[in-house]
């Protein structure tokens, strides 16, 4: 969808314990990328999931680090017949264990956005907010949960371009993705893939596509993922215009999938999940996430949930029918096994406001978590980054985010460290919910031009 509320929450989750990831033989194979789709294995993989992050925006808690909320949801996700979460926001200082352990025990795969509302950037005003105070706490949650087989994916940002205007912030978003992954390289991780979950924005969708994928390998990202409301039902493949963005991203070199889909405008028949499974989208779709789990005030929710008990709601048994019928395509799905670069988009206004393609430098102060690591996280409690000072100052050159080392750090200790969540959960549009009790509300300005 393409607006997003930016909420920035106070709020008070009591820290959790540090602790070592305590990785085991778990039945997940790894997940990887080839040319543009993803592989566990030799097996094409597609994301079929759903988003999960109970309570919202106006109650940000890890559900991570919520064992018993999390096996309580799990016995859901089996029964809908997923494969993936994607969580909003986690807390860098918990333990993630038990449920990250269970969850691989279902052969289900996390992906994660690494901000938090307090530790974010500032689409408005990118620069100070692109500093080593934020740079430290995502690191931190990629040290929380680079230990597990069944990671996924890492989102660098969620939305920060939310309309032409604010492609001006794409520099910001392009240099954390840089940042993560050569944190990743550095440290020695597992190279789990890291990409943007982009806002549908018609006017710039292509050209922050190539944007993420163009310049020098080590400032490209690993995929990309947007938010995508344009099929509401009753619709179809050629009627939603999703066969066109087949076309359009057609040739692209990465992965793509939906980190949101599911318009609530009318009762929802999901009949975008046989085309997404289909191969009218898996030579250039990989799958996607259903928005979401739990039911909230923006009413997308599949169940509701109610202490220690879930409800299903109508739309949990439409999609879980839908899932059932929507069988992979058969070997390799057409994806196009070459990927490779996009060329740069040009400087275009009012639509695309990136005037060349040199990116911010990393902030001196956040060059030595490379070599150091990132240590204790700020957690969800932190006083938060947006204006802490020691912001980046010049420009990169290409190659800048090249791993220097590779890193001694074994997969099975990791420090899961931290304190802080900025998340950017992102809440529909048409969404009248009384949002957040906290800071800063953003909404987008845009609200209806490319809703179908
Ligand atoms: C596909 O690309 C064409 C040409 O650039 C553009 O006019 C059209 O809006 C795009 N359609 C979608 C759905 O992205
Ligand atoms: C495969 O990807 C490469 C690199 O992006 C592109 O040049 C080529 O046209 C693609 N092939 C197809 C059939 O899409
Ligand atoms: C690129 O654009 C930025 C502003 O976005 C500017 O600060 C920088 O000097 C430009 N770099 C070059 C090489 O033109």
């Not at 070997?331 to 911010?360: E, F, I, K, Q």
């Amino acid at each position: 969808m393409r607006t997003s509320t930016l909420a920035t929450l106070a709020l008070g989750a009591a820290g959790a314990a540090s602790a070592a990831v305590v990785k085991r033989a778990s039945g997940v194979t790894p997940v990887s990328v080839k040319g543009n789709a993803f592989f566990a294995g030799d097996d094409r993989f597609y994301i079929r999931g759903v988003d999960y992050q109970p309570g919202g925006s106006s109650d940000v808690a890890d559900p991570i680090a919520d064992e018993d909320g999390c096996k309580r949801d799990i016995v859901e996700f089996t029964k809908l017949g997923i494969n993936a979460v994607r969580v909003y926001t986690v807390d860098n200082t918990a333990n993630h264990d038990a449920c990250m352990n269970a969850l691989a025990d279902a052969g289900i795969y996390l992906v994660l956005d690494v901000n938090t509302p307090k530790y974010s950037l500032n689409r408005a005003d990118p620069n100070p907010s692109y500093n080593a105070v934020y740079l430290q706490s995502i690191f931190a949650t990629i040290d929380a949960f680079h230990g597990y087989d069944n990671t996924l994916a890492f989102f660098s940002g969620n939305e920060v371009v939310n309309d032409p205007e604010s492609s001006a912030a794409a520099p910001y978003v392009k240099a954390v993705t840089r940042d993560i992954r050569s944190y990743i390289r550095n440290r020695g991780y597992r190279q789990i893939p890291v990409g943007y979950s982009a806002a549908d924005v018609s006017e710039n969708r292509l050209e922050m596509a190539e944007y993420m994928n163009c310049g020098s390998d080590d400032e490209r990202s690993d995929f990309f993922a947007f938010n995508d409301y344009s099929w509401c039902d009753p619709s179809s493949f050629q009627q939603s215009g999703w066969d066109q963005k087949v076309k359009n991203f057609t040739g692209y070199g990465l992965p793509i999938f939906l980190s949101e889909y599911g318009c609530n405008h009318a009762t929802r028949d999901f009949d975008e999940v046989l085309s997404l499974y289909s191969t009218d989208m898996s030579p250039v779709y990989s799958g996607g996430l259903v928005y979401e789990y739990s039911q909230e005030p923006s009413k997308y929710g599949l169940v509701e949930i109610n202490g220690d008990s879930v409800s299903e709601l109508t739309d949990f048994t439409t999609l879980q029918s839908q899932f059932a019928k929507a069988t992979d395509p058969q070997g390799d799905g057409g994806y196009n096994s070459t990927g490779g670069a996009s060329g740069c988009p040009a400087y275009s206004s009012p639509n695309w406001l990136v005037m060349n393609d040199t990116l911010p430098a990393i902030p001196d102060g956040a060059k030595k978590y490379m070599t150091q690591g990132a240590g204790t996280g700020p957690g969800l409690d932190g006083a938060g980054s947006q204006n802490a000072g020691g912001a980046s100052t010049g420009t990169a050159t290409a190659g800048s985010g090249t791993a220097s080392q590779t890193g001694s750090s074994s997969s099975s200790s990791s420090t899961s460290s931290g304190t802080n969540a900025a998340v950017s959960i992102k809440v529909p549009e048409w969404s009248f919910a009384p949002l957040v009790c906290g800071a800063v509300v953003v909404m987008s300005t845009l609200f209806g031009a490319t809703l179908l």
